[in-house]
C-alpha cells in the first residue's frame, strides 16, 4: 500500500473543485472550451491587499505583465502559487510584473493577505471585488494566467501548463512534471519580440462564481425547501469544517458561492463521488449517488438563479460530532509527536508507534483515521501489533498488500461494521501508522490520530478481519498500452460472509471488477491434460484423483470446454463436461468501470454476500499505460510498468472485509 507520489493531495480534496468550466450565466464547459479568445485591450484598476490602487499605466515600461487568478481553498491554485513565484523571481529582473488577481466573492482582503504571508508570495495579489476585470477578460478558472503587453494587449491566456487535467469521471489528473510549459513560452516569445505561438489553452482549475440574477418564473424550487435537505443529506458530511472537503456547506451562502460548480459536477456526475456501474443500484449502504429527482431539483435550481426561499422552509439542521463522523470515540490515539513537512519535495513514507495499554481485548465496532492537516496527508494505514505475535502482522499484512486494520485514503469513509460484528485489537497491542506526506506550498506540522468505537465481544463467527486479491509478480504493463487486464484471485477455504470491498490501483488504473466464482464438480474418469488449456483457466480447474472429479470454480469459458472435450471420448465425460459447461456460476459483486485515483473508497454490502467454501474472488484491473492517459507523460508510457510503492509503478489489489462461519 506505499504507493503515492508528491502533491496528489490534490485528487483527494478537489472534488467540486477541479471539475468546472463556466463564466457568466448562458455558456457552460463545452461552450467555452470553444469560445475561449483572446480579449481586447485590457483595463485594469484594483486594490491590492495593501490597499494601494494598481493601474496598468504603472507598468508602462515593463516588458510583459502577467494576471494571474487565484482562488483560497482550491488546491491546484495553492500548488500553482510557488510556480508563480518562481517565474516573478526569475523574470523580474527581465521586465516581467506578476500580479495575482482574485474575483471570488467570498475571499476577503484579509484572508488574500493571510494566504499571501502563508505561502511567502512577493508578487502583488489584488482584489476584484466587483469582478469587473474577471467579466471583462470572461475568466473561467482560477488558475488561468494572462500575458498581456505594456499597453494591455493579451499575448496569451490559459492554463500555466498543461500538468493538470481532467478524465470522464475523475476529480482530477496530475502529471509528475508538466511536459508543455505555455506561461513561461509565452513570456520568452514576449521577452525576445517574437510571436507567441500558442495564443489560447482551455485552463484547469478551480470556478470563480458570477451569480445570477433570479427570474421571475423561477421561483418554484427554492434552497431552503427543496435544495437544503439534499445538501444535507448528500453533501454535509465531508463539506463542514475539518473535514476532507476543502470548504463548507453548511449554510445558504456557502452553497451560492459554489452554485455553478455544484452544477457542473451533478450535470458530470463527478459528485457526490460514486464510481461503481449503475448496475449496481441499491445494492451498497454507501451509495453517495444521487437519485435522479434530486439531481433534477439541484439543476433546475440553479438554473433558476439559486433562489433562497423562505428561511423558515428551512429543515432542522444536522448534527455532527465535531471532528469525528463516527461520533464521540470511546478511545482516540494521537501520534506522540508532530512531523514536520516542508513546503516544497518529495518526502519517504513516515511511521508512527502507539500504544494502546489495554489489560483486555477490544472489540472495534466502527473506526476513523483522522489527519492532523489533511492538506498534507494522503493515506494512512493502521495496524495493530499483537505482543504475543509482534511478527505476525507483517506476515499478514505485507506492509499493506494483503490487509490493514484501519485505513484512510482519498475520498473514503470512516469504517462502520454491521451490529454484532467487530474487529479484534488485542490487549497491549502497538498501533502502527504508515503515513503518506505530500508538499502543497507551504511548511506545516501533522500530529494525526485514530479513533474506535468499542461493542461487546462478537461470536467466533462474526470476527472481521481485512484481506485481498492481490498480483504482484504477474503485474507487468508493457509500454502504450492502453487497456491492459491483469488478474488476482483469493480462494475461500471456508464459508465467508463478504462485507465491503475496496479496488486500488495507481495512476494507469482504469476499471476495475470483482467476480465471485462458485465452485461445481463433475464426474470424470481420468486427469486432463493441463499442458493442452489455456493458461489463465489452471488456477480455477482441479481434479481429485481419489474422488475422479473434476471441479471448476466459476463459468467454463467456451474455448476451455471445447479444450477439455478434445480430451475425452466417453459419453459420461462428454455428458458431465457439458454439465460443468451449462451451469452459471459466476456472479459480478462489483464493477468500477471509470476507476479515480483520487477518489478511492469502499463499497458496503446492504447485506453480506456469501461466498462458499472453495468460491474464489477473482479480480480483473485494467491499467491504461498509453498517450491517451492525460495523467502520464510519453517518458512513462514508453516503458513497462511493473509492482512498486510509488505512483508511478503500480499495484493491483482488491481489498475486502468478510467474516468467517
Given amino acids: 500500500m506505499q504507493k503515492f507520489n508528491q502533491s496528489h493531495l490534490f485528487l483527494s480534496v478537489l472534488g467540486l473543485l477541479i471539475s468546472q468550466l463556466f463564466l457568466g450565466t448562458t455558456l457552460n464547459a463545452k461552450d467555452l472550451l470553444q469560445a475561449v479568445k483572446l480579449p481586447k485591450k485590457v483595463k485594469l484598476k484594483l486594490k491590492d491587499t495593501e490597499g494601494k490602487v494598481v493601474n496598468l499605466s504603472a507598468y508602462k515600461n515593463k516588458k510583459a505583465i502577467v494576471l494571474a487568478f487565484n482562488g483560497l481553498g482550491c488546491p491546484i491554485s495553492e500548488l500553482y502559487s510557488q510556480r508563480l513565484e518562481k517565474i516573478h523571481h526569475n523574470y523580474s529582473a527581465k521586465g516581467v510584473v506578476v500580479l495575482g488577481v482574485n474575483a471570488n466573492p467570498q475571499d476577503s482582503v484579509k484572508k488574500l493577505s493571510k494566504f499571501k504571508s502563508e505561502f511567502k508570495l512577493s508578487f502583488p495579489i489584488l482584489k476584484d471585488a466587483q469582478q469587473t476585470l474577471a467579466q471583462q477578460l470572461q475568466v473561467t478558472r482560477t488558475t488561468e494566467v494572462f500575458v498581456l503587453d505594456p499597453k494591455g494587449n493579451t499575448l496569451y491566456r490559459g492554463a500555466v501548463d498543461d500538468q493538470y487535467s481532467l478524465g470522464k469521471r475523475s476529480v482530477g489528473l496530475r502529471k509528475d512534471r508538466p511536459e508543455k510549459n505555455y506561461l513561461i513560452d509565452a513570456l520568452d516569445s514576449a521577452l525576445m519580440n517574437r510571436p507567441v505561438l500558442i495564443k489560447t489553452t482551455p485552463a484547469i482549475g478551480c470556478a470563480i462564481h458570477i451569480k445570477k440574477k433570479v427570474t421571475k418564473a423561477s421561483t418554484e424550487l427554492t434552497y431552503h425547501r427543496d435544495v437544503e435537505p439534499i445538501i444535507q443529506s448528500r453533501c454535509q458530511s465531508c463539506h463542514r469544517p475539518n473535514e476532507i472537503a476543502p470548504f463548507s456547506l453548511l449554510t445558504f451562502n456557502d452553497v451560492d458561492n459554489w452554485a455553478f460548480m455544484i452544477e457542473e459536477v451533478v450535470e458530470n456526475r463527478r459528485m457526490p463521488p460514486w ?11 454507501n451509495d453517495r449517488s444521487l437519485t435522479e429527482e434530486e439531481r433534477s431539483i439541484i439543476l433546475k435550481w440553479i438554473e433558476a438563479g439559486a433562489p ?6 428551512a429543515p432542522q439542521p444536522k448534527k455532527f460530532t465535531s471532528g469525528w463522523q463516527i461520533g464521540t470515540p470511546d478511545a482516540v490515539f494521537e501520534m506522540n509527536y508532530a512531523n514536520d513537512i516542508p513546503a516544497t519535495g518529495t518526502l519517504n513514507y513516515k511511521w508512527a508507534r502507539i500504544k494502546t495499554n489495554f489489560n483486555e481485548d477490544k472489540w472495534i465496532q466502527a473506526s476513523e483515521v483522522k489527519a492532523g492537516d489533511r492538506s498534507v496527508v494522503h493515506h494512512i494505514l493502521v495496524f495493530a501489533v499483537d505482543p504475543k505475535n509482534p511478527r505476525g502482522w507483517q506476515r499478514e499484512t505485507r506492509g499493506g498488500a494483503h490487509g490493514y486494520f484501519a485505513i484512510m485514503v482519498p475520498g473514503s469513509e470512516p469504517t462502520i461494521y454491521p451490529k454484532g460484528t467487530a474487529k479484534r485489537l488485542p490487549a497491549g497491542a502497538e498501533l502502527i501508522l504508515q503515513i503518506h506526506y505530500t508538499t502543497n506550498g507551504k511548511r506545516t506540522k501533522d500530529r494525526s490520530k485514530v479513533g474506535f468505537k468499542f461493542t461487546d465481544k462478537p461470536s467466533r463467527t462474526n470476527i472481521v478481519k481485512t484481506k485481498s486479491a492481490v498480483n504482484q509478480v504477474g503485474l507487468i504493463i508493457p509500454p502504450n498500452a492502453e487497456a491492459h487486464k491483469v488478474y488476482a484471485n483469493y480462494r475461500f477455504r471456508r464459508e465467508t460472509q463478504l462485507l465491503s470491498l475496496l479496488p486500488h490501483m495507481h495512476l494507469r488504473g482504469q476499471g476495475f471488477k470483482y467476480e465471485l466464482l462458485l465452485p461445481h464438480e ?14 489463465q483457466s489452471l488456477s480455477r480447474l482441479k481434479f481429485d484423483q481419489r474422488t475422479k472429479k473434476l471441479s471448476y470454480v466459476g463459468t467454463l469459458p467456451e474455448e476451455v470446454y471445447k479444450k477439455l472435450k478434445e480430451q475425452y471420448t466417453q459419453e459420461s465425460d462428454l455428458k458431465n463436461l457439458e454439465k460443468l459447461a451449462s451451469q452459471k456460476k459466476t456472479q459480478i459483486l462489483l464493477n468500477v468501470p471509470l476507476y479515480d485515483f483520487g477518489w478511492q473508497g469502499s463499497y458496503v454490502f446492504k447485506k453480506p454476500v456469501t461466498a462458499p467454501k472453495g468460491a474464489m474472488l477473482y479480480c480483473t484491473a485494467i491499467f491504461n499505460n498509453s498517450s491517451s492517459n492525460p495523467a502520464l507523460t510519453k517518458k512513462q508510457y514508453s516503458k513497462p510498468v511493473f509492482w512498486g ?15 468467517e462461519n
Fill in 645 to 659: 510503492n510509488q505512483t508511478w509503478n503500480e499495484m493491483c489489489i482488491g481489498y475486502f472485509d468478510f467474516i
Fill in 308 to 313: 433562497r426561499g423562505n428561511p423558515k422552509d
Fill in 522 to 535: 463433475v464426474d470424470i474418469s481420468s486427469q486432463p491434460d493441463y499442458s493442452k488449456l489455456p493458461p
Fill in 275 to 285: 464510481h461503481a456501474s449503475p448496475k449496481h443500484k441499491n445494492h451498497f449502504s
